[in-house]
């Protein structure tokens, strides 16, 4: 089944308009949340005002309630990022991320924040997620699929963030859906696997007080691992008729503001195709316009076509290795990358580390690998996610076949 799409006309040439999608550049983002929290918790350290504002285009000014009437100040994505970079350079070892993300969901976003407050359930509040990303998570787009009892969330970096910007927002937005699910559901967070990426002991110490003890480190990417038992557990403040006034509301917000990335767009189009990723050509033609032009386009995000191709890879070949045991050649297979050598090398390219040491860093926190189950992949339920992780394994075995 091919995964769902968000928001897209699929006829060819049907994306050419300028401005028909969002971009880094784009002032969408309410100056008064969340960056005035982030501020907040950065300008309460010895770090001096004018670097942690450096190169943002942010004055503490525009945060003043007074810059907020009739609509008031508004920020993009890009400056969202620096400040995020700014940050983690002068503040590497401070809990700044995590703390702001215990505080960042339902948060003070008008309805979508209003939205989140009345979720009936987690699945609930992922569908919500999902939809208003660009304003609940701005910067990474959260990603879903199914596997072995789980539902996996990755936070894919789609506006061509810095290493340390994608990890400051990443370790927030992971902290925040932890955070929130134990306030609203009044259970703890047993089970869930958070995997923040590349993490110093100190650093990860540091995370597992807020996101739980099974967080861990150097499994190869960005993602969460949550049981499927908890997505339907209800949650203390839920109404739907509150929840469905709100997001109408939010909705009427985002009129005349584009729904998805050009990123997100041509990693929907490739996730349709998949295993076979077309050439740059392919789907250059496939939207309309010439390579150079969709070169061109991704790069206003900092984003390559490579890179977009790649992100899919690796985010397939985690799910594989992790939630179905596959060895190296039985995703290079899928990947159709020729052989496990091949695999290996990959994903070193993609992450830094060996595939064996990505095993290593799940090993034990995963239940046995149900695999009489029936593995045939089908796309998240959620009509809201941008694009999920392509067709298992065996669907793509037979597909070969």
Same mark, same amino acid.
């Given at each position: 089944?091919?995964?769902?799409?968000?928001?897209?006309?699929?006829?060819? !040439?049907?994306?050419?308009?300028?401005?028909?999608?969002?971009?880094?550049?784009?002032?969408?983002?309410?100056?008064?949340?969340?960056?005035?929290?982030?501020?907040?918790?950065?300008?309460?350290?010895? %770090?001096?005002?004018?670097?942690?504002?450096?190169?943002?285009?942010?004055?503490?000014?525009? @945060?003043?309630?007074?810059?907020?009437?009739?609509?008031? %100040?508004?920020?993009?994505?890009?400056?969202?990022? %620096?400040?995020?970079?700014?940050?983690?350079?002068?503040?590497?070892?401070?809990?700044?991320?995590?703390?702001?993300?215990?505080?960042? /969901?339902?948060?003070?976003?008008?309805?979508?924040?209003?939205?989140?407050?009345?979720?009936?359930?987690?699945?609930?509040?992922?569908?919500? @997620?999902?939809?208003? *990303?660009? /304003?609940?998570?701005?910067?990474? =787009?959260?990603?879903?699929?199914?596997?072995?009892?789980?539902?996996?969330?990755?936070?894919?970096? %789609?506006?061509?963030?810095?290493?340390?910007?994608?990890?400051?927002?990443?370790?927030?937005?992971?902290?925040?859906?932890?955070? =929130?699910?134990?306030?609203?559901?009044?259970?703890?967070?047993?089970?869930?696997?958070?995997?923040?990426?590349?993490?110093?002991?100190?650093?990860?110490?540091?995370?597992? =007080?807020?996101?739980?003890?099974?967080? #861990?480190?150097?499994? !190869?990417?960005?993602?969460?691992?949550?049981?499927?038992?908890? @997505?339907?557990?209800?949650?203390?403040?839920?109404?739907? *008729?509150?929840?469905?006034?709100?997001?109408?509301?939010?909705?009427?917000?985002? #009129?005349?503001?584009?729904?998805?990335?050009?990123?997100?767009?041509?990693?929907?189009?490739?996730?349709?195709?998949?295993?076979?990723?077309?050439?740059?050509?392919?789907?250059?033609?496939?939207? !309309?316009?010439?390579?150079? #032009?969709?070169?061109?386009?991704?790069?206003?995000?900092?984003? *390559?076509?490579?890179?977009?191709?790649?992100?899919?890879?690796?985010?397939?070949?985690?799910?594989?290795?992790?939630?179905?045991?596959?060895?190296?050649?039985?995703?290079?297979?899928?990947?159709?990358?020729?052989?496990?050598?091949?695999?290996?090398?990959?994903?070193?390219?993609?992450?830094?580390?060996?595939?064996?040491?990505?095993?290593?860093?799940?090993?034990?926190?995963?239940?046995?690998?149900?695999?009489?189950?029936?593995?045939?992949?089908?796309?998240?339920?959620?009509?809201?996610?941008?694009?999920?992780?392509?067709?298992?394994?065996?669907?793509?075995?037979?597909?070969?076949?």
């Amino acid at each position: 089944m091919r995964p769902t799409i968000i928001h897209q006309n699929k006829e060819p !040439g049907a994306h050419t308009r300028r401005g028909g999608w969002l971009t880094a550049e784009d002032k969408y983002l309410q100056a008064c949340y969340p960056m005035a929290q982030l501020l907040d918790l950065a300008l309460a350290s010895d %770090v001096p005002q004018h670097k942690l504002l450096r190169g943002t285009g942010i004055f503490v000014e525009d @945060l003043a309630s007074q810059a907020h009437m009739n609509g008031g %100040v508004r920020f993009n994505v890009r400056q969202l990022a %620096v400040l995020a970079d700014n940050i983690a350079h002068y503040l590497p070892q401070d809990e700044i991320a995590s703390r702001w993300g215990a505080r960042l /969901w339902p948060g003070y976003a008008g309805s979508f924040s209003q939205a989140l407050a009345t979720a009936t359930d987690l699945g609930d509040f992922l569908q919500m @997620l999902c939809e208003f *990303r660009h /304003w609940l998570a701005p910067g990474l =787009v959260p990603c879903m699929s199914q596997y072995n009892g789980y539902r996996i969330l990755h936070w894919q970096n %789609v506006f061509g963030l810095s290493t340390r910007a994608e990890k400051l927002l990443s370790e927030a937005y992971m902290t925040a859906l932890v955070s =929130v699910t134990r306030e609203q559901c009044q259970e703890n967070n047993s089970g869930w696997i958070c995997c923040p990426g590349p993490y110093d002991a100190a650093q990860l110490r540091r995370m597992r =007080v807020y996101c739980g003890e099974e967080t #861990t480190a150097g499994a !190869g990417g960005c993602f969460m691992a949550i049981p499927e038992a908890f @997505l339907s557990l209800p949650w203390a403040a839920g109404s739907p *008729r509150i929840r469905d006034m709100a997001i109408a509301q939010a909705k009427t917000l985002m #009129t005349g503001i584009p729904a998805e990335s050009f990123a997100e767009r041509v990693a929907s189009y490739l996730s349709g195709r998949f295993p076979e990723l077309p050439s740059l050509s392919e789907t250059a033609s496939y939207f !309309g316009i010439s390579s150079a #032009t969709l070169k061109r386009y991704l790069a206003v995000d900092g984003m *390559r076509y490579q890179q977009v191709g790649d992100q899919i890879r690796l985010r397939y070949s985690l799910e594989l290795m992790h939630f179905e045991g596959g060895s190296n050649e039985d995703i290079a297979d899928a990947l159709r990358l020729g052989d496990g050598a091949n695999f290996r090398r990959s994903f070193r390219r993609w992450t830094g580390i060996l595939p064996s040491e990505a095993r290593e860093a799940l090993s034990g926190r995963l239940p046995p690998l149900n695999v009489e189950r029936d593995s045939s992949y089908s796309s998240p339920s959620y009509s809201s996610a941008s694009y999920s992780s392509p067709k298992s394994a065996q669907s793509i075995r037979s597909h070969r076949q």
